[in-house]
């Protein structure tokens, strides 16, 4: 009797985190329910952070949220340089997500987070951005505007 006391216990042990990870993993990537357009923010986005210094940088990039989770690619353009730029993110609730952008280049020591609203009809996302920025080698905040060109 105790031996099969002790095979459950075993098994249990060894069950559990799998059934854990399974379901968290589950719960990540779940389709995110849709309400009108306004959580449908997959698509080619395109806008603006202008930076504390009154410094403007244009933002260009493609968004993909099929999940509660957010991914994508961008290019950042400032007089004559741009830089690519991969993001990964979130979102908070149905009207504001959270992104973590890095640059694409390793060598490049660029990255940062930023806040967003998503607007009522989905077509554009406005918030905050703070991180550190390689042209200005130090810590950057700003304003942040992209509006969505196509889906």
Known sequence: M??????I????IIVAPIITLII?????????PSVGNRR????????STVQ??????NISGILKAKTKKISGDAVVEWE?????????GHFLDENHIHINYESDDKTIKNFGSQILK????????EGLTIGYGSEAESIISGTTILNRLSK
């Open 2 to 7: 105790e031996l099969y006391v002790a095979l």
């Open 9 to 12: 216990g075993a098994i249990a």
């Open 24 to 32: 968290q993993e589950w719960i990540q990537n779940r389709k995110y």
């Open 40 to 47: 449908d923010i997959s698509g080619i986005w395109k806008g």
């Open 52 to 57: 504390g210094n009154s410094r403007s940088v």
């Open 80 to 88: 004559n340089s741009s830089m690519k730029l991969k993001f990964k």
């Open 118 to 125: 998503i607007s009522s009809n989905g077509s554009k996302l």
